[in-house]
């Protein structure tokens, strides 16, 4: 079965660059959410989507903005980048939201800030 | 906001006996509890999921009861395997937003 695909799995960036992290959720699944995974950590919420509109904001920065565009899939930047945002980050879809649409969760981007 | 505490953080058995995790939660409207499991490498995967009107649920090897009373829920593990050695996250939620345990490791010994 498809799955969440993010891309790029690892990513390598300086101090003040920017990052754009990439999420393609499960065919026909219409909510994207995005976690920040910290080394030995659980995942916290940074923000979801529900059919393109921002549905949900939780512990963002606000050097990060995300969009979900018109085929679904989202885009979490990230700019002016500090040493505390290397970190895994996690996509994960639904189709639709509340209990009874589980949270399926993609393999993650491994970003590495120096 | 929910505050979920998992409980232990690490967890050492032999190939073949239980395996017990344990997860309280705070906000009593809490009605979605799911259970992840995620490996070295790769992205948390859903292996079972309770809601606040059934009080115990089984899939194979793997079961979770929910005592919502006590708002505490725990994952059991039967006949554990060497495959089964991974990190597992509880997490619980009363709308769509999971809020996750701090993880458990688990290792399976040969």
């Known amino acids: 079965a498809a799955g969440v695909i993010q891309s790029p799995r690892h990513l390598i960036k300086e101090k003040r660059e920017t990052a754009t992290l990439k999420c393609y959720p499960i065919p026909r699944h219409d909510t994207v959410y995005w976690y920040q995974q910290g080394p030995g950590q659980d995942p916290q919420f940074l923000i979801s989507f529900y059919e393109k509109m921002q549905s949900d904001k939780g512990s963002i920065p606000d050097r990060f903005s995300a969009q979900q565009f018109s085929d679904y899939h989202s885009e979490l930047n990230m700019s002016s980048l500090e040493l505390g945002d290397s970190a895994l980050y996690f996509c994960?879809?639904?189709?639709?939201?509340?209990?009874?649409?589980?949270?399926?969760f993609g393999n993650g981007t491994r970003l590495t800030v120096t | 906001g929910e505050n979920v505490e998992q409980h232990p953080s690490t967890l050492s058995v032999q190939e073949g006996d239980s395996a017990v995790i344990k997860c309280t939660y705070s906000?009593?409207?809490?009605?979605?509890f799911p259970w992840y499991k995620q490996e070295l490498g790769k992205g948390p995967q859903l292996i079972i999921d309770?809601?606040?009107?059934?009080g115990e649920k089984k899939d194979q090897r793997i079961a979770v009861t929910l005592n919502k009373t006590a708002k505490h829920f725990s994952l059991h593990i039967t006949e554990t395997q060497p495959e089964d050695s991974a990190v597992y996250f509880c997490a619980a939620s009363n709308d769509y937003k999971l809020s996750f345990g701090a993880g458990t490791t688990v290792t399976v010994r040969a």
């Open positions: 906000d009593s409207a809490s009605n979605y």
């Open positions: 309770i809601r606040s009107n059934v």
């Open positions: 994960a879809s639904s189709l639709g939201q509340g209990i009874g649409s589980p949270l399926h």
